[in-house]
């Protein structure tokens, strides 16, 4: 018996070291991630300045983080904002400056329209349609109003009539609908993903 419980006090060992270095490894990870997107800080100054929306420059870093870690040159997946097409944007300076125009007027459409500015988040990544939706369904984005709005309009809109769905694993999604998306349907988590990364990028630098 005495033996037995040495072998199970082994693999607990065992299992809570491997799960150290696995946290362990994913926090380097993300300070690594933290460390390349904050090197576009001073192009995203200049941008958020001439936008009039200083105050959002961590939010704008968060953006950065969460399309592309810093990682592509279309930093802000803004090709689609400003050419209707994905791949377009050939420069980081060009997509830095196109998102925090959009993001801006996004922000400055939900504050108009009496909505908190997660709605202006998520519309960033749905469309600025999206603002009038919230405004009709009581001003304040959440999961289920951008899941609603995925599945009804957006995803339809874009072709997908029959509400397909993908898996898609984020803790948010997993908790959430046990992990999916639906095709087309952007992203219905992305402020409460923006919303995480601004928290990361607040611990790791």
């Known amino acids: 018996m005495n033996k037995m419980k040495k072998i199970i006090v082994k693999i607990i060992g065992i299992f809570f070291i491997a799960i150290l270095i696995f946290v362990g490894f994913l926090g380097f990870q993300v300070h690594q991630n933290v460390q390349r997107v904050k090197a576009y800080e001073k192009i995203v100054d200049a941008e958020v300045a001439k936008n009039q929306i200083p105050q959002y420059k961590n939010l704008v870093l968060a953006i950065i983080y969460t ?29 830095i400056s196109q998102g925090v125009k959009f993001l801006a007027e996004a922000l400055q459409k939900a504050q108009a329209a009496n909505c908190d500015e997660w709605t202006g988040v ?14 009709e369904r009581g001003g304040e984005n959440t999961v289920e109003l951008a899941e609603e709005y995925s599945r009804e309009v957006l995803s339809p809109l874009l072709g997908n009539e029959e ?28 402020a409460d993903l923006v919303r995480m990364n601004q928290t990361l990028i607040r611990w790791f630098s």
């Open 67 to 95: 399309e592309s870690k810093g990682k592509s040159v279309d930093l802000m997946q803004s090709s689609e904002s400003a050419y209707g097409s994905q791949a377009v944007i050939n420069t980081q300076e060009e997509s």
């Open 122 to 135: 998520q519309a960033y990544n749905f469309g600025l349609d999206y603002i009038e939706f919230v405004k």
């Open 163 to 190: 509400k397909t769905k993908y898996r898609y694993y984020r803790l948010q999604s997993f908790f959430y609908n046990g992990g999916y998306l639906y095709q087309n349907g952007g992203n219905m988590f992305y």
